[in-house]
T-cell receptor, first 115, second 113 residues
C-alpha cells in the first residue's frame, strides 16, 4: 500500500514569508497528525484531525500556524509569517482509526529552512 | 503534561554487542508506550508498542522492550546488534485521552562493523 505522501520535500524561505505544506495520508485513514521536529529533538504534535474535524490543536501556535483538512482526506499546514525558529522538519502521520493504541504511519517530512 | 526522557543521545557499539536504550516517562495515569526507529534516509517507523497487560513486548527485527510501571520505564533491548541497526531511535508515549504522541529527543545509535 502507498505510504503517507508529503510535498514539498524541502523549502527555503526568508523570515516573514508564508509557506504551505501538503499531506496525503494512507488511503482510508481517518486520523491525520502534523508534527514539528526541530533539529536534535523528537517530533512535537501540532494538530490532530479526525476526518475533517480538529481533535487537538492545543500545541499549534495559532497566531501564525493554520491547518485544514477540508474533505477529510489530504491536509495543508500553513505558516504565515514564518520566523527563524520555525526551521524544522514538518511530519505528517496518519492512522486508520482514532485511538491511543493505533499505529501512526509517518511520511518523509518537509524540511523547512527560514533565513 | 506528559514527558519522555531518553538518557543516551549517542551510542556506539560493535556488531554482536547487546543493546539497551533507556526511556523514562512522566505521567501518572494509564499510558501506551512506543518505540519508533528512523533508518538513514527513511521515514519514522514503528518498532514496537505496549498497550496490554504483558509488560514484555516483542517487535520487529529482534527488538524487545520491557514496561516497568514502578520505574516509569520502557527500555529497548536487543541481544545482538547488526550494522543495519544503525539509526535514530525514539521513545514515545500517549495517555490521558490524548492520541497524539509525546516523543523523547531520540538516541543516535551507530553500529561499527
Amino acid at each position: 500500500e502507498a505510504g503517507v505522501a508529503q510535498s514539498p520535500r524541502y523549502k527555503i524561505i526568508e523570515k516573514r514569508q508564508s509557506v504551505a505544506f501538503w499531506c496525503n495520508p494512507i488511503s482510508g485513514h481517518a486520523t491525520l497528525y502534523w508534527y514539528q521536529q526541530i533539529l536534535g529533538q523528537g517530533p512535537k504534535l501540532l494538530i490532530q484531525f479526525q476526518n475533517n474535524g480538529v481533535v487537538d490543536d492545543s500545541q499549534l501556535p495559532k497566531d501564525r500556524f493554520s491547518a485544514e483538512r477540508l474533505k477529510g482526506v489530504d491536509s495543508t499546514l500553513k505558516i504565515q509569517p514564518a520566523k527563524l525558529e520555525d526551521s524544522a522538519v514538518y511530519l505528517c502521520a496518519s492512522s486508520l482509526v482514532r485511538g491511543r493504541t493505533d499505529t501512526q504511519y509517518f511520511g518523509p517530512g518537509t524540511r523547512l529552512t527560514v533565513l | 503534561a506528559q514527558s519522555v526522557s531518553q538518557h543516551n543521545h549517542h551510542v556506539i557499539l560493535s556488531e554482536a554487542a547487546s543493546l539497551e536504550l533507556g526511556c523514562n516517562y512522566s505521567y501518572g495515569g494509564t499510558v501506551n508506550l512506543f518505540w519508533y526507529v528512523q533508518y538513514p534516509g527513511q521515514h519514522l517507523q514503528l518498532l514496537l508498542k505496549y498497550f496490554s497487560e504483558d509488560p514484555l513486548v516483542k517487535g520487529i527485527k529482534g527488538f524487545e522492550a520491557e514496561f516497568i510501571k514502578s520505574k516509569f520505564s520502557f527500555n529497548l533491548r536487543k541481544p545482538s546488534v547488526q550494522w543495519s541497526d544503525t539509526a535514530e531511535y525514539f521513545c514515545a508515549v500517549n495517555g490521558g485521552g490524548a492520541d497524539g504522541l509525546t516523543f523523547g529527543k531520540g538516541t543516535h545509535l551507530i553500529i561499527q562493523p
